[in-house]
């Protein structure tokens, strides 16, 4: 530990290094500690994947990854407060307070030579990994990695890169490159078409036209991965302040259809984009977000599409079908029990949203999941264009103390009692 602190980034300034920005000092210290500790024993460790990337593109990492020779059970000896955790991809966590680092053993990946597949390295019919964790060293593990600039292993005690695949390079020349050819790495893995346009939204980079042909041709492959992993994705490609860029290009490719159940006959709906917009907002102003919010938004077409009826919705229909709308979400990406209900409540309260008369808006004012409720009225209103005022009505409504709610109530009795009862739905919301 006392080496950490013997040896800061100071380094970092010297010019033979590209390390010079003022972000280097922002690496956690936590990670330092661990990769010194690794090498105190005699392990080789490194800095790897998105948090050399980032710092290399100027951008704050958002975690450390760290990556060794030491064998997950050595790790654990190492680091009482530890875990190996997955079976797929077995990785070790290392706790320390709030903190979790992820240490990752060296992986030979695929092992071109290897006639005997053993059981640490298992492709399923098509080609795909099912599971990989057979060890190598750094030169191995650095070839079955996805991207040349997610490839680059950084020291921080000697401050020095191991850089097998130009990947600073193509940092500085804003270029995704597949490390192998991407149609094969591709079928060892779909998500990685997901990751490369993930990398390219948040990075501002451009995608080789190698993986951009593998996205099309091997795009359909994402099918086959689970629907657990794709909720994984699914929060991360959409819930990182890029996700309306993210959508574009998904659709672009034509994969949006593995992450979201879209309704087909309103394929160009508003309220996809303009609930990822507010989401991206809401992201960048630093306020809370959850893959719920999106989700209820995001199937409301699907919702709204099976209970439609004369120009309006058919109530009974809409409680039914709410089960099998996310039912059929559930079948691309798991989506977790809590988030489930949150769903149902946000739509149930669109319902209640219209209804504005007698005790009706003080109980809905009260319901715990009234500001996410309100806030998707607001994006409805903005997807239909819809110029009726009811968002306006629920903002003055929560501004005013209780003797002013009561006379917004009675100025709504009197001037429609029509607008708060049968009917539901924006015109252009349901078309
Ligand atoms: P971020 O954390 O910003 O989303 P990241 O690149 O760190 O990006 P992680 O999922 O944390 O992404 O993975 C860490 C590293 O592990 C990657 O940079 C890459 O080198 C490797 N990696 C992750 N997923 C894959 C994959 N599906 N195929 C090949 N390599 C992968
Ligand atoms: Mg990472």
Not at 25 to 45: C, M, R, T
Not at 192 to 203: E, G, H, Q, V
Request: aromatic share 12%.
């Amino acid at each position: 530990i006392n080496l950490i602190i013997k040896k800061p980034f100071k380094k970092t300034k010297s010019s033979s290094s590209p390390v010079n920005s003022k972000d280097w000092e922002s690496i956690s210290p936590f990670a330092v500690e661990i990769i010194n500790k690794l090498q105190d024993h005699n392990y080789e460790a490194y800095l790897v994947g998105g948090c050399v990337r980032d710092l290399l593109a100027n951008i704050k990492p958002k975690d450390f990854d760290i990556a060794t020779n030491a064998e997950p059970k050595e790790i654990r000896k190492i680091f009482k407060a530890s875990r190996i955790i997955g079976k797929r991809f077995q990785l070790v966590h290392i706790y320390k307070g709030k903190q979790i680092i992820e240490v990752a053993t060296f992986r030979a990946g695929l092992n071109k030579n290897s006639t005997t597949i053993e059981n640490d390295l298992i492709k399923d019919d098509a080609g795909k990994i099912i599971r990989d964790n057979i060890w190598g060293n750094i030169e191995d593990d650095c070839n079955r990695r996805d991207f040349t600039i997610n490839a680059i292993y950084f020291c921080p005690i000697s401050n020095t890169f191991k850089d097998f695949h130009d990947g600073a390079q193509h940092v500085k020349e804003k270029k995704i490159i597949s490390i192998g050819d991407p149609l094969y790495r591709f079928e060892e893995d779909p998500v990685r078409s997901l990751r490369a346009i993930r990398f390219a939204t948040k990075l501002n980079f451009k995608i080789d036209s190698k993986i951009k042909e593998a996205i099309y041709e091997k795009g359909d492959l994402l099918g086959n991965i689970s629907n657990a992993r794709l909720f994984d994705e699914f929060c991360k490609i959409f819930l990182n302040g890029h996700g309306y860029e993210n959508y574009k290009k998904l659709q672009s490719f034509g994969i949006a259809k593995y992450l979201l159940n879209l309704e087909k006959n309103y394929s160009g709906n508003k309220v996809y984009g303009e609930s990822l917009k507010n989401t991206d907002k809401r992201y960048r102003d630093g306020k809370s977000i959850t893959p719920g919010f999106l989700l209820a938004a995001i199937l409301w077409p699907k919702l709204i599409e099976r209970c439609s009826f004369d120009n309006g919705i058919n109530i009974r229909k809409f409680f039914r079908s709410m089960d099998g709308v996310l039912r059929n979400q559930q079948k691309l990406t798991a989506v977790p029990r809590k988030f489930s209900s949150y769903i149902k409540d946000i739509w149930v309260l669109q319902l209640k949203l219209h209804s504005r008369i007698g005790s009706q808006p003080y109980k809905t004012l009260r319901h715990p999941r009234f500001r996410a409720a309100y806030d998707f009225l607001l994006v409805r209103e903005r997807a239909a264009n819809d110029k009726n005022g009811l968002g306006k009505w629920w903002t003055d409504f929560q501004k005013n103390d209780d003797s002013l709610r009561g006379s917004i109530i009675a100025q709504m009795k009197e001037k429609n009692d029509e607008e708060s009862s049968k009917k539901f739905g924006f015109y252009n919301e349901l078309r």
